[in-house]
């Protein structure tokens, strides 16, 4: 199939056309004649973006369009991690609902995606095997990776590293791993633990990092220094990593991250401090967004939308210069997929013909504004127009 | 006139339908007879909530509608100062762009703002003067509070005193005030001055005060004992008062602003530490939110919409529970009400028939995902449907 996307504006730039041959941009330019048979498509002068990606998330956790749950929690960690699996047993179907959030992510442009699936001795695989088979069954639409994660701990919950083994073998593509010293109790045990089944499946890794201050930076070294040991720079990433908003010391961690290939995953929450974007990018490293977990019981908050996404981290870095607010968006855009490792990513003649139209004027309006979306191409076909999915 | 409202939930609660007298709410129930000759809605069992406050904000900036402004600005307050006064020169017009902002907060639901006007000695009291005619353009549509606001400094533009003098007697209803060291170099001098205008013209005050720690909490002190000298208690708000977020002391602060029935305005960034909302009522005080400028030359960000600003304000403040996200809520609603003094304020039997409907099934839910506004009703006449103005 040949598309011909008449009159949009890549970035925010000069009016231009983009032709698309089967799922990838073959040419961008102004005035390109239409191929014969080929389908057109009018921009109307709009703003295109690559389509969005996300870089943290938790589909297999949302209660998405499941009606309104009352959220009376307590305040620890531990609270929320035992309501979770409380409610979970109450009939909570995790296929279902990734699904659901995954199609209400295409339909607001993203077609990127990596997951957290939850791992433990009470659901097993279940979870990481429902991401699998919904990876394969998005396939050609979406992309999703599946992170294997002990949620519930690793080394404190006998069993769970067997359980992560399998779901590595059932296909999740990479490791995960949770809080090495306030989860479970032995940074070195669970480094080396999660480090292993990275090496042995061949798959790289994420850990997820909550834990604060000196605490989080002892973590953050000691997975430095194993990613180095083993060469796995560009294969490690660091979730939420809260440490580097709390150290004096932080521009030394920035340095060692960047060079160590290790990439940092921030949701930019308003409530605490958080790594700087700025200050990840000036040290030459990676730094991308992902909106961590959606309308579940551990948050009401959050919205399968990267633009808005893309605002709370640029509100969170104070960016206030257009120039500022692009790089807002590129947490969102090209440096989510670098960090991930999508392939074929961007608004390029080469790329995947994965792309959002809005209406706005600048790139900074898009974030600030995150207007609707009025067409999203996946694989070179529209998927959604004004927020509804085609098919 | 006389209208029934039917079958609508206020704040989530059972179905109810309510009666509006002229511009009154005269009875809420299940049931209610319609008289004859009512005029009658169908609130399709949405979930209704009392019209927003908008408690902080300024009109006379936004360049809301213009085209997209590139923000080149410095990272200095007084490059955003700068930058402001420069391109004002080119033929900014304060009256069309309050006018038009007002409108958009109207169509999302807000019929109460306190906004301020700049007053200096380049645009004389123009701002403040066209903020006091769309006052009393939109009286009996929206309650506007007019704050003349020295933005450019009082003391350190000599000149500046006597405008806002003026502007008081041209009918500006609250004195403004801004960073007295940080912006006049003399505390002291500053906050005799604007509370000298308060006593002359028997008119509250509005204190701008962005210094951090302890330069921010001893002017919070100096507020403190003159507004209890003066008897002004209820009479006086602190906007931003940041240096709550950065005093290991702000307990005492907290109590003694409590004490003296100052009340907090956050707008809740989520780039810098704030006063907390649960602190500030713990203590017994007052506190409530605002957006600050919308699209203008100080920052791209911000929305006319207190749905969203109720949201940042729940994640900043970390609002998990559907109990805490009620206060996220209150913010917007009763607590900037009782703050800015705006009267026969709620979703009550006497209070003014001001009330919007959004499909939600809870408060929590109408905050975090800030649903469109499927009615808006203004002193017990529909304003806006789905976001669009009736007029």
């Given at each position: 199939m040949t598309t011909l996307l008449r009159n949009c504006r890549p970035m925010g730039g000069t009016a231009a056309d983009l032709l698309i041959e089967g799922e990838v941009i073959t040419a961008i330019g102004a005035g390109l004649p239409a191929p014969e048979g080929a389908t057109l498509l009018d921009g109307q002068g709009m703003l295109a973006l690559p389509a969005f990606v996300e870089g943290h998330t938790h589909l297999d956790k949302s209660r998405w369009g499941m009606g309104w749950w009352v959220n009376e929690v307590g305040p620890r960690l531990i609270d929320r991690i035992d309501t979770e699996r409380a409610t979970r047993r109450g009939g909570f179907d995790p296929a279902t609902q990734s699904a659901r959030l995954a199609r209400e992510f295409l339909a607001r442009g993203t077609t990127r995606i990596r997951s957290f699936a939850d791992v433990d001795t009470e659901i097993g695989t279940a979870h990481s095997d429902a991401l699998v088979a919904l990876r394969e069954a998005l396939r050609g639409t979406m992309d999703i990776q599946v992170v294997a994660f002990p949620q519930s701990g690793l080394l404190v919950r006998p069993g769970t590293l067997e359980l992560l083994d399998q779901a590595l073998r059932n296909g999740a593509d990479i490791v995960g791993g949770l809080d090495p010293s306030g989860i479970d109790r032995d940074p070195k045990g669970h480094l080396d633990a999660v480090f292993g089944l990275s090496e042995k499946h061949g798959k790289p890794l994420d850990i997820h990092l909550h834990e604060p201050g000196e605490l989080g930076a002892f973590a953050l070294e000691l997975t430095i220094e194993r990613?180095?040991?083993?060469?796995?720079?560009?294969?490690?990433?660091?979730?939420?990593?809260?440490?580097?908003?709390?150290?004096?010391?932080?521009?030394?961690?920035?340095?060692?991250?960047?060079?160590?290939?290790?990439?940092v995953a921030t949701t930019a929450p308003p409530s605490r401090a958080v790594p700087s974007v700025?200050?990840?990018?000036?040290?030459?490293?990676?730094i991308f967004a992902?909106?961590?977990g959606i309308r579940d019981t551990w948050t009401p908050y959050n919205m399968p939308d990267m633009l808005q996404r893309a605002m709370l981290?640029?509100?969170?870095?104070?960016?206030?210069?257009?120039?500022?607010?692009?790089?807002?968006?590129?947490?969102?855009?090209?440096?989510?997929?670098?960090?991930?490792?999508?392939a074929a990513y961007g608004l390029a003649v080469g790329a995947r013909a994965d792309l959002v139209l809005v209406e706005a004027e600048t790139v900074a309006e898009a974030v600030v504004a995150t207007p609707p979306r009025r067409l999203v191409l996946s694989h070179g076909r529209v998927v959604a127009r004004d927020g509804v999915l085609a098919s």
């Open positions: 990613t180095l040991a083993l060469g796995m720079q560009g294969q490690v990433v660091l979730s939420h990593a809260f440490c580097l908003g709390d150290v004096a010391r932080a521009p030394a961690l920035y340095a060692a991250l960047a060079e160590a290939g290790i990439a700025r200050a990840m990018r000036a040290a030459g490293g990676r992902g909106n961590d981290v640029g509100l969170k870095n104070e960016f206030r210069r257009d120039d500022e607010i692009a790089w807002a968006l590129a947490t969102v855009t090209d440096w989510a997929a670098e960090g991930c490792g999508f």
